[in-house]
């Protein structure tokens, strides 16, 4: 095979890579930002605040910029070009200002972006001063799109400025355009700037104007106002370019691992407040070269803690204003941390003069009712009159304030407001329990403690509460004690439990492992109880745990394995309703009791019968598997009454 060396001659080049320096400037000039030529003199006015000392303070910085029909132009009053600078200028891509965080601009394209097609750009004058010399350098566009041609010299006369760039164009819509983006750039700088000789207007200007709150800390400085749309908002610049408009939970978040409720704000204790807008600048804040989005560095901490103290402060504004409920929870859950510390140190007599004015305004808001009690309790009040060995009880829903009868050892129960996503915007999930429990650390939920066995053994151990109460004393009440009324009402509901498809249903349905069911009358020995029925062993003891399981399911025939066991259904005779069912005389009593017995058993009341966390599924599969069985019953009957009655 011939060796020809022409292919590797062609593709061998002295420097490594060629570079087509026509297209890579078309391609720079035209692409670089997008639909928008007139934003390359926002470049302009980055490079005029660069050319101050970092010394120099923003608001001494002046710029000039001045319009013709076909012509714009900035002026700067810094320190001009260096040598260096100067051949930077015509450098493709040259910059002396990488990696330094005194200056906006990074990455030395602005000013060619000025030659974009679009503005039909003829030429371009740079009057500066550079070494004590006056300098002008001329671009010159020979044809769109081609690297213009640059001419040098120095000038005679000297410059009562330090730099001046003035573009000239071939219409006068790119000056109109340059001056344009010039006006929406130059707003959010806090510098002088004139404009064909007209004061112009920052943002930072105009909100002194209108009393907002500016603060400046470190190296940020931002200002406070009120928000024309729901929520809270921050304007993000960065050595006062303006960056992006997001919400505060992203800000807050840095868009990571958002949960849209208020864990965002919980997250770096944010003082939640409603309608308010930041505008704030961070000059050291790190950000991507699209500039728009910024790093989750130390700066951005450092940022993140001035906006925490400024929407304090706002906090404590409102707070003193008008103390409004859902302003108040929303904050009680946000600043649950602040708060149990000043509660600590506020119990334990320490110097709490520091604290924040808005975490004690929250403390000391009375804004929770307590049953029985005509006055609300803030809680510092909680706090104080709670007995140090007893749980703080609560109960937003109001469903079991009379648990066990009330016989369990309490100061007071809390009744904090019932919440939803209407009355408290984005509330987090288990709201009080979050908050009750970082601050009171021992609490108890009534409307969720019957769910909580291990709660429950706490309090048993801590004899809060009688264990008792949870499996009562009774006892059984023996035949030959019965009336007649009271013999024929258990023989009945026996007749209905013997049948297959009926101990079938209760056996699949509350998960036990039953050889056979039968009814028995009780009476609680233990008092305060309301207990109506509840499933015992064959020796009239509530069931053990041990005797069932609510974590596996009844298969099949199962429930009647080797473990199965005889168990009675308990009924209290003293029960209002089971006295209604004893001295009724319908014969089909014993089938609308079951129905009744469905929602008793499914509720599992007391703890009498086993629990089930799933009380809608269990009692509703329970009632269609115990009609079914019924009904078969019943057509059974009906079924041997035809045969009896027909003659054969």
Same mark, same amino acid.
């Given at each position: 095979m011939n060796k020809n060396t022409e292919i590797i001659d062609t593709i061998t080049l002295k420097n490594g890579m060629e570079i087509d320096l026509d297209e890579a400037w078309r391609k720079l000039t035209q692409r670089q930002f997008g639909g928008s030529p007139g934003r390359g003199f926002g470049e302009l006015v980055q490079n005029?605040?660069?050319?101050?000392?970092?010394?120099?303070?923003?608001?001494?910085?002046?710029?000039?910029?001045?319009?013709?029909?076909?012509s714009i132009s900035i002026t700067d009053y810094g320190v001009g070009m260096s040598r260096e600078k100067l051949k930077l200028l015509v450098t493709l891509g040259g910059t002396d200002k990488a990696n330094d965080k005194t200056k906006i601009g990074q990455f030395g394209i602005g000013f060619c972006s000025m030659f974009n097609p679009d503005l039909v750009t003829e030429r371009i004058w740079v009057h500066t001063i550079c070494e004590g010399h006056a300098v002008e350098l001329v671009f010159n566009v020979i044809e769109q799109s081609k690297i213009p041609k640059i001419t040098t010299g120095l000038m005679t006369e000297s410059l009562p400025f330090s730099t001046r760039i003035t573009a000239e164009f071939d219409n006068s819509y790119s000056s109109e355009t340059c001056l344009e983006y010039a006006r929406e750039c130059l707003k959010t700088f806090p510098c002088k700037v004139k404009i064909n000789g007209c004061s112009f207007k920052s943002i930072w200007e105009k909100a002194r104007q209108a009393g907002h709150k500016i603060f400046t800390s470190g190296q940020c400085m931002g200002f406070v106002e009120t928000s024309g749309w729901y929520g809270s908002h921050i304007s993000l610049l960065r050595r006062y370019e303006k960056i992006t408009d997001l919400s505060m939970e992203s800000l807050i978040t840095g868009g990571h691992s958002m949960k849209f409720d208020l864990r965002d704000w919980a997250r770096k204790e944010t003082p939640y407040v409603n309608d308010i807008d930041i505008t704030i600048n961070c000059n050291d804040l790190n950000v991507p070269i699209s500039r728009d989005g910024f790093y989750m560095d130390s700066a951005y901490s450092r940022m993140v803690r001035v906006i925490n103290e400024q929407m304090m402060h706002q906090l404590e504004k409102n707070l003193e204003y008008h103390l409004d409920h859902r302003l108040i929870l929303t904050n009680?859950? !946000?600043?649950?941390? =602040?708060?149990?510390?000043?509660?600590?140190?506020?119990?334990?007599?320490?110097?709490?003069?520091?604290?924040? *004015?808005? *975490?004690?305004?929250? &403390?000391?808001?009375?804004?929770?009712? !307590?049953?029985?009690?005509?006055?609300?309790?803030?809680?510092?009040?909680?706090?104080?009159?709670?007995? #140090?060995?007893?749980?703080v009880f609560f109960s937003p829903e109001r469903t079991n304030l009379r648990w066990l009868g009330g016989a369990f050892k309490h100061d007071f129960i809390v009744l904090p407001s019932r919440l939803s996503n209407e009355n408290l915007q984005r509330k987090a999930p288990e709201f009080y329990q979050t908050i009750f429990t970082r601050i009171f650390s021992d609490v108890v939920n009534l409307d969720e403690v019957e769910y909580d066995h291990s709660k429950m053994a706490d309090l048993v151990k801590r004899n809060i509460i009688d264990k008792g109460l949870l499996s009562?004393?009774?006892?059984?009440?023996?035949?030959?004690?019965?009336?007649?009324?009271?013999?024929?009402?258990?023989?009945?509901?026996?007749? !209905?439990?013997?049948?297959?498809?009926?101990?079938?249903?209760i056996a699949r349905n509350l998960n036990l492992q039953i050889s056979n069911v039968t009814a028995a009358f009780f009476q609680l020995e233990t008092s305060g109880g309301t207990i109506a029925t509840g499933f015992l062993d064959e020796n009239g003891c509530p069931l053990e745990p041990e005797y069932y399981t609510n974590l596996g399911k009844i298969e099949d025939e199962s429930w009647q394995s080797d473990h199965a066991k005889p168990i009675l259904l308990g009924l209290q005779k003293d029960n209002p309703y089971i006295e209604s069912?004893?001295?009724?005389?319908?014969?089909?009593?014993?089938?609308?009791?079951?129905?009744?017995?469905?929602?008793?058993?499914?509720?599992?009341?007391?703890?009498? *019968?086993?629990?089930?966390?799933?009380?809608? !599924? *269990? #009692?509703?599969?329970? &009632? =269609?598997?115990?009609? =079914? &069985?019924?009904?078969?019953?019943?057509?059974?009957?009906?079924?041997?009454?035809k045969k009896m009655k027909t003659p054969q």
């Open positions: 005029g605040y660069d050319g101050y000392d970092a010394e120099v303070a923003w608001s001494d910085r002046k710029l000039d910029i001045k319009t013709t029909p076909n009680h859950y !946000v600043l649950r941390n =602040k708060i149990a510390n000043y509660l600590d140190r506020k119990i334990k007599q320490e110097d709490t003069s520091k604290v924040e *004015v808005a *975490v004690k305004l929250l &403390a000391k808001a009375p804004i929770y009712p !307590v049953n029985g009690k005509s006055e609300s309790f803030s809680l510092l009040d909680i706090a104080e009159k709670r007995s #140090k060995d007893l749980p009562p004393h009774i006892q059984l009440t023996k035949i030959r004690e019965l009336n007649k009324k009271e013999k024929t009402c258990v023989q009945k509901i026996d007749q !209905v439990l013997s049948h297959g498809a009926v101990k079938k249903a069912l004893i001295n009724t005389e319908d014969d089909h009593m014993p089938y609308y009791m079951l129905m009744f017995l469905v929602h008793e058993l499914a509720m599992c009341q007391k703890l009498l *019968v086993p629990y089930s966390p799933y009380f809608h !599924v *269990v #009692k509703a599969r329970l &009632a =269609k598997d115990m009609r =079914k &069985a019924l009904i078969e019953q019943l057509l059974s009957a009906q079924d041997r009454d």
